[in-house]
């Protein structure tokens, strides 16, 4: 089109770019442009913007590169979510993660990944994204609740129980908190089963360094124990290894 052939002469304006993205969302609502041109038409845009936002270029238009980023971005999550390619818009929205967005706003934009991955089956990579989410938000109790659900659907104990002991932290209903201190005495007897809580974490350690929740879980175990020596031992290790 006349707006596509004007964007390919500037490669800093998002103006013709920009109306040709909002042209064809028009026409394919009337049915008279097909879902995968204009989802190329959307991709486009947030590729130009967000390259020019993340260098931090000036735009010779009057569109700016955040806000196009923005739109396109939320336009070419819903029209992949639509069409059932759930892996693609996570990879949208983790890239956005990384751009020049605010804290908070990083952190929507994880969760919604988070979110897409366990509805399509990926849990392990669910847990990791709201992990990452819940180190920076750690009064949020609703979304410690979700993490713990999905823990608790997958059977992720060692997560589960960090989580549910971080429930129990910021409760407020007397009777939720005495349901969390059955559901984590019923949790602590389960890893014992399982080989014994220090042995589960510390494997855990070993597959993968550095895991916030197995070494919060492990500083509360060996804590309670009185194990400093050993405690202070595995963290070294970890702090080393992380390093290397």
Do not use: F, M
Request: proline share 2%; charged share 30%.
């Amino acid at each position: 089109s006349t707006l596509l052939q004007l964007d390919d002469l500037d490669d800093r304006d998002l103006d013709a770019l920009h109306e040709a993205a909002e042209v064809a969302l028009a026409c394919e609502a009337r049915g008279q442009l097909d879902a995968d041109a204009t989802r190329e038409i959307v991709a486009r845009l947030y590729r130009k913007a967000s390259r020019l936002w993340g260098r931090g270029d000036a735009t010779t238009g009057s569109r700016k590169p955040d806000a196009s980023t923005t739109w396109a971005r939320e336009q070419l999550v819903r029209a992949l979510v639509d069409e059932g390619d759930k892996e693609a818009a996570v990879g949208v929205l983790l890239g956005a993660a990384e751009l020049p967005v605010d804290a908070a706003t990083a952190q929507e934009l994880r969760t919604h990944a988070a979110r897409l991955l366990a509805q399509q089956g990926d849990a392990a990579r669910a847990i990791d994204l709201y992990d990452r989410v819940l180190a920076e938000r750690k009064d949020d109790l609703p979304l410690v609740q979700e993490a713990a659900k999905l823990c608790e659907q997958q059977g992720r104990v060692l997560e589960l129980v960090v989580l549910r002991r971080r429930e129990l932290e910021l409760s407020r209903d007397p009777a939720r908190r005495l349901e969390l201190r059955l559901v984590l005495s019923n949790l602590a007897g389960q890893l014992e089963r399982q080989g014994g809580r220090v042995e589960s974490l510390r494997a855990n350690l070993a597959d993968q360094p550095g895991h916030p929740a197995s070494i919060e879980a492990l500083v509360e175990v060996l804590s309670d124990k009185g194990r400093y020596t050993v405690l202070a031992d595995v963290l070294s290790e970890q702090a080393q290894t992380v390093q290397d």
